[in-house]
């Protein structure tokens, strides 16, 4: 029997009636359940975080988050194991011309 439940003050609260009798012990494994934001509700809150703002800060931030990116993905490409080794094959010789 799978029960989702909410963890709150110390206590799992069931978010539906689980069927067990009043005081019935149990055995609990918890998994925590990733919670998903609607598309609208993301763009709601991304606003947020710019409310306020001055367009000047807005792309400062944004410039920032866009190196950041950057950087871990060319830190994700330098991490990657090619296999080819020493200098490449000349246009002529990797293209079959026939």
Do not use: W
């Not at 000047?56 to 490409?77: M, N």
């Amino acid at each position: 029997m799978k029960v989702e439940a909410i963890f709150q003050n110390g206590v799992f609260k069931p978010v539906s009636p689980p069927g067990l009798r009043e005081g019935e012990r149990v055995r609990l494994t918890v998994e925590r359940v990733v919670q998903t934001t609607p598309a609208g509700d993301t763009r709601k809150l991304a606003r947020q975080v710019y409310e306020g703002l001055s367009q000047a800060d807005i792309a400062e931030i944004e410039a920032a988050a866009r190196g950041d990116a950057l950087s871990r993905l060319r830190a994700g490409i330098d991490g990657m194991k090619f296999c080819s080794s020493g200098p490449l094959p000349p246009r002529d010789e990797s293209h079959d011309r026939s």
